[in-house]
């Protein structure tokens, strides 16, 4: 057994290092089109903190041969990484783009504290503007005779909010200056709704946009923006035409008949475009057609400087997305990579004590009553995360009304229903009066959680990532609910038919508890240390999409070690729920049951919504915008987390190493890929 599991570690890391060399490689050799831009990550102090970002520098570029400059940024919750597809397609068309990490994001750091009531309207207003200022004074960015930089500036969502707010400063600094140093604007996936809470309307931005060429992406099946009235009401998950609105047609100078992807000129000769891809609004980052609009759009707007640009290659000329699928390879390796690791440790004398012995599988044999029975209550257990998915996040809803009293019901149900079975069965006393103690517990646990949902993991300086907040509210109270139906399964259906805790794998010896804590510790520290390699050489990380694992700073570590203990609860009880059901079915259809159960009712949840988006021209939960689009990374997550939880409970014989490894693993990937309110008093 120890020779087999030697050999598969080896092999698996073997495997593991290949496909992250080799994605890493080739992403290095998308990312700097085939070496002729030098990709460097820069860090800068500002007056409101230190700004980071990716610098895609054309080998020409320098201070005798100054370039037009693009800077373009990312949205709510994302990083620099996000606008690789634009950073990769304009350097190689002769651009120097710098992809802005904005403060609290990435490796950004802002320098002022907050409240958590103005948290959310700290860094976006100043953190695009703030890199044109140091861009600005590079001597490899162009100006103009006159001294106004040849600047694009270009963003995301939030990074369009960032976008419009740099070029209203610019125009307000343009008034004293006679300066302007922003060329032209490209917010993307981005309106005036949010700005307009702190001034900047659309009536504000269109006056300041001047003689600039502007353009808008404005997706056909954006989530939140370009429907006021869809706004309004909070349901903005819906069909939208942003040329047909009022505020559409305004800033394309109000032509009689509007048409997207068209460019109009105004009469202070200012070219103005809105783009409108049949697009969801993550999607934008990952899309063929959008970043052929950038490419288009620039092209239109630096056309005057064909001199020093490439810009006879085509909008249909593009690379970047060979850089993703590069990326995906050592992203496979990665999460490849602490599972060999363990296997391997596992061969040394300290470590091999997390190994335990096998679990047995239960065989029991149920009436069809008491199967169906277990089976309905398995299958609600599998649908819950689904269905109480936008309850939960919003922490609102009939939903939570529907779990506080159904908890209370249990509770009182149990407990009668257990001192009855108590007395009756005075042989079977013990062990009723044990089930009906944890069952009320369980469900006395999941009420505090309900009753005291808006003070449980709110935004602070403790709990500093809103979405980590959401998440692990959610996977609580799942956690909760699944626990409470497998204690009913247990002591009502399996124990009577002999089931008992030997079956489930968490009584081991402390001693291999610690001992599988720290081997995980250090599987995901050596994991993590290859990544830092990764990072230095190629200057690349592993991702796919919005799903992504990057280098962190400090305090995206001091953040995920507050969460961790609390994903482990989620980890632990789910580890333990999966393999219970799903080990009584060998191969592909253990792991089918519970990829099921992990995480099947919330594909059917996505596919739903946007299904019906895409049908109907309103998606099955059209309030659910965010929390959605979230699902994106969850998913996959929980796909991996089920492999691991799988895979690890067969090969250590309990359920705390994938517990361990999920936790660590998996909030660590989480807290550095999301916003970070390091600022927060």
Known sequence: MEVNRKNTGK???????????????????????????????????????????????????????PKPTIITTHGYLNSAEMQDAAAIEMSRRGFVVLAL?????????????????GAFFTFWP???????????????VLKDENGNGIIGVAGHSMGGFSTTMAIVKDEQDFAQTGIRKIYAGLPMASDYSISSYIGVTADVAFQAYGPRPIGIVAAHYDDFFFDPEAWKTGETVVFKDYVKTAEGKAFLGNPPEPKQ?????????ALRVIFEPYEIHPWNHFSYTTTGHQIEFYSRAFAKYTDLLNLDLPKTNQIWFLKEYSEFLGLIGFFMLPVALILLLMNLPFFSLLKTKPVETFKGKFSKKSGAILWILTIFAMSFPALFFPTLMDK???GMDILKYSSITLMIASAIIGIIVALRRKEKAKSTILGTILIVLANLSLLLTIIYSNKMFKLSSYFN????????????????VVLIIELINYFTIKKPAGASSKHYGFL???????????????????????????????????????WAIKTFETWHLSAALRYIPLYFIFYFVMTIVVNALSNQFKGWKGYLLAFTQMFGGLVVYLSLHYGFLFATGRAFYPDQSLTSILLFALIPTLLVATVYMKYLFKKTGNVYTAAFLNAILMTMIMAANTITYVSLK
């Open 465 to 480: 990532q809103p979405t980590t907040n959401q998440i692990l509210y959610w996977a609580i109270v799942v956690a909760e």
């Open 11 to 65: 092999k698996l890391i073997m495997v593991s290092l290949i496909l992250i060399i080799l994605g890493s490689f080739l992403a290095q050799m998308f990312n700097t089109s085939f070496y002729n831009v030098k990709v460097t990550r820069i860090k800068f102090d500002t007056e409101n903190g230190t700004l980071s970002g990716l610098l895609y520098m054309p080998k020409d570029a320098n201070s005798s041969n």
């Open 396 to 398: 609102k809803g009939v």
């Open 126 to 140: 100043v953190s695009l503007y703030d890199a044109v200022q140091y861009m600005y004074k590079q001597d490899y």
């Open 101 to 117: 990490d904005m403060y609290e994001h990435g490796h950004s750091l802002y320098g002022k504290e907050y409240n958590a009531s």
């Open 508 to 546: 081991v010896n402390p001693k291999s508890i610690i001992v599988s804590l720290i081997t995980v510790s250090i599987a995901v520290f050596l994991s993590y240390l290859v990544l830092y390699i990764v990072d230095f050489i190629f200057k690349t990380d592993f991702r796919i999409w919005t």
């Open 261 to 269: 992807d068209t460019f109009y000129t105004l009469k202070n000769g």
